[in-house]
């Protein structure tokens, strides 16, 4: 596999610096170009995250002392130096979407952690191990933007990669049909930690803005097809979701309810679960799981603290499924928000595209 | 520069033998709860690991079982040690192929080495090795000791990334410090002198107490990253009787004994290490009293 020169975008924030982090050992990305806001601009990447470093692992020496450009300003000197760019830029929503095209204009892949573009009909929302054939709908997309290597490519919000990737082998064979998800989600998903965000300690915040209304539709586009050059998104199931914030660090809890056309037993859903492999397991990438859905036995698991770092925080655990007095099903299921959630699907996403040979 | 294995605390787990055999379910236990207290890295069949009386093929099985069970949640340390050169590189390619992240691997012990035999010894291993491997300097138990000079020689080697360092001496820790800076990193290899040795540069603890109080050594580490060493010496001082009560024989019979009393059932040591002395029992029992770990 060739070494790809990359770039992130919006890295100081805490998806940058996951990247960053992520990408510290890569074996095939090397970090060789970082952008943020003008804020930073002009100052290495060491001093223009002191004071707010929020990793476990210190700052990756390969990238200290890169003098950090603008990702506003210096689109065209950051597309020419790099092969792609992974974006987790802190911008006003058009703000976003405006500066990912126009680093895909210059022919610059762009791997998205936003939400600015999960909506537009030929960008690709990606799961790498649920819907890994839409990324077929790139091609559209350049003839869109007129470009010969440049396009966006997205990841979905971070509250259902616990959920939709546990209903996605149910789906298609027993027929889901309704979903009924409450979420409990950590406090690095606002970007904060307890020190940043105090009034959370002994707390439990019922509101997540946007979030509810992700978590129902998202999942209907990646459930879509290609079509005609877009996505379209599936009609069904229903979804219905309450988010909900509570007082961990990392870890995206969630209490799913589903009912199907046909009812599955449940020793035949942890079957299913267990044999389970995506694209990413089949082209054995450097991100991937090699289990990515692990059930457990145990009444009390998965627990967030206990399981969220499960195979680097890129599996998804489940436990408790039951039969319900409403609902066909139930059943608990985590994912890691900042890792599988947000940079490590990512950079998974990102080594999909170059074993596919989106990006060259 | 290198990245340092791990910051913090991790445990030198002890080895659960049921029957004459390794109690698998009762490690996947015992590593969960440890996950689950903050511990960084489990270190797998170490001393207190009582890899001294497993086989080869026995240690290489527990040392992929762990990894296995860990999955990624946190960082695993195989203890890959051994006084006989082609036995450490076996089991460290073995513990390679299982995945581990790093190894720890001790001076060798009873043969000795000459501090020539030390270096040739560990690059010999880590040149065919694609891990970190910490060091283990325990003079009490192997009767050799690095000097600050072998230390600088052996941190040119990209592969030897730290020192799991018990010899208690500060003045061997202060020079190789100021000689290696990040070309080597320190962890302390004795629970009692956690805090000195952060305030020097350590980045942690190999902990036997974190078999028993996962939290508390995970608390006053990270107490001691953060810069609070006030905090980091009240905790020091205030579990040290407890710390030192542990080591009242040779490791690890009281941690496995104090186990045992709390309920954790991992079963009894293997000859020559056997139970403990019936006065020394009483006042393990009395210091696990005093700290409210039974009744």
Avoid at chain 1, 82 to 101: H, Q, T
Avoid at chain 2, 47 to 73: L, N
Avoid at chain 2, 184 to 199: C, K
Wanted: hydrophobic share 40%.
């Amino acid at each position: 596999m060739k070494k790809y020169a990359v770039g992130v975008i919006g890295a100081t924030g805490m998806v940058g610096q996951r990247f960053v982090s992520l990408l510290a050992k890569h074996p095939w990305f090397n970090v060789v170009s970082l952008a943020a806001s003008t804020r930073s601009a002009g100052k290495t990447y060491e001093e223009a995250v002191a004071g707010r470093w929020m990793m476990a692992d210190p700052i990756p020496e390969n990238v200290k002392n890169i003098v950090v450009k603008s990702a506003e300003a210096d689109i065209k000197t950051i597309a020419d130096e790099v092969d792609f760019v992974f974006s987790a830029v802190d911008m006003k929503k058009e703000e976003i979407a405006a500066l990912e095209e126009a680093y895909a204009k210059c022919e610059c892949p762009v791997v998205s952690n936003n939400s600015a573009h999960r909506w537009t009909p030929d960008v690709p929302m990606v799961i790498p191990e649920v819907n890994p054939e839409h990324i077929a709908v790139i091609e559209s997309q350049r003839k869109r933007l007129g470009t010969k290597r440049g396009f966006i490519s997205v990841k979905s919000n971070c509250s259902l990669q616990s959920y939709l990737p546990a209903l996605h082998p149910l789906k298609d064979e027993f027929g889901l049909q309704k979903v009924l998800v409450a979420t409990y989600q950590a406090i690095s998903g606002a970007g904060k930690n307890f020190d940043s965000w105090p009034e959370m300690i002994d707390n439990v915040i019922p509101y997540i803005d946007g979030e509810e209304e992700k978590s129902e539709k998202e999942p209907l586009k990646v459930w879509g097809k290609v079509e005609g050059g877009v996505i379209k998104p599936a009609a069904s199931p229903l979804f219905t979701a309450q988010c909900i914030r509570v007082p961990v660090t990392d870890g995206h809890m969630a209490a799913v309810f589903a009912s199907f056309d046909k009812k599955p037993a449940l020793d035949v859903i942890k079957a299913r679960w267990a044999s389970f492999k995506g694209r990413p397991q089949e082209l054995n990438l450097p991100s991937a799981p090699k289990q990515f859905l692990h059930y457990f036995e145990e009444e009390k698991r998965p627990q967030t603290k206990l399981d969220r770092m499960l195979e680097n925080g890129m599996a998804i655990s489940i436990g408790r499924l039951r039969e319900d007095t409403q609902y066909d099903i139930k059943f608990v299921c985590l994912s890691h928000n900042t890792l599988r959630g947000a940079a490590g699907g990512g950079v998974l996403m990102a080594e999909l595209l170059c074993a596919e040979g989106y990006i060259d | 520069m290198k990245t340092p294995v791990f910051t913090g605390s991790s445990v030198a787990i002890v080895t659960p033998f049921r029957d004459g055999r390794v109690d698998y379910e009762k490690l996947a236990e015992l590593i969960d709860f440890q996950i689950a207290g903050g511990t960084a890295a489990i270190t797998i069949c170490g001393t207190t690991g009582e890899c001294s009386t497993m086989s080869m093929e026995e240690h290489i099985e527990t040392v992929d079982f762990c990894i296995k069970h860990v999955a990624g949640r946190v960082k695993v340390i195989a203890g890959t040690g051994s006084n006989d050169t082609m036995a450490a590189l076996e089991l460290s390619q073995e513990a390679e192929k299982s995945k581990a992240d790093a190894l720890l691997m001790v001076t060798p012990y009873y043969n000795k080495a000459t501090q020539r035999g030390l270096i040739k010894h560990y690059t010999y291993v880590a040149d065919r090795v694609n891990l970190p491997i910490i060091l283990y300097n325990v003079p009490s138990r192997t009767g050799v000791s690095f000097t600050t000079d072998t230390y600088r020689e052996l941190a040119k080697h990209p592969n030897i990334n730290g020192v799991k360092e018990a010899s208690g001496n500060f003045a061997l820790l202060a020079s190789t410090l100021a000689a290696c800076g990040d070309e080597l990193y320190f962890w302390s290899g004795n629970d009692n002198e956690v805090v000195p040795m952060m305030s020097l540069g350590a980045k942690g603890v190999i902990s036997v107490v974190a078999n028993i109080l996962p939290g508390l050594m995970a608390e006053l580490t990270q107490a001691c990253l953060d810069g609070n060493f006030a905090k980091g010496a009240e905790l020091q001082l205030k579990y040290l009787e407890l710390m030192d009560r542990l080591f009242i024989e040779v490791n690890p019979i009281p941690v496995k004994a104090a186990m045992n009393l709390m309920g954790m059932d991992v079963g009894e040591c293997r000859l020559p290490l056997c139970d403990m002395d019936p006065a020394n029992y009483e006042k393990l029992k009395a210091t696990l009293r005093k700290y409210g770990l039974i009744q």
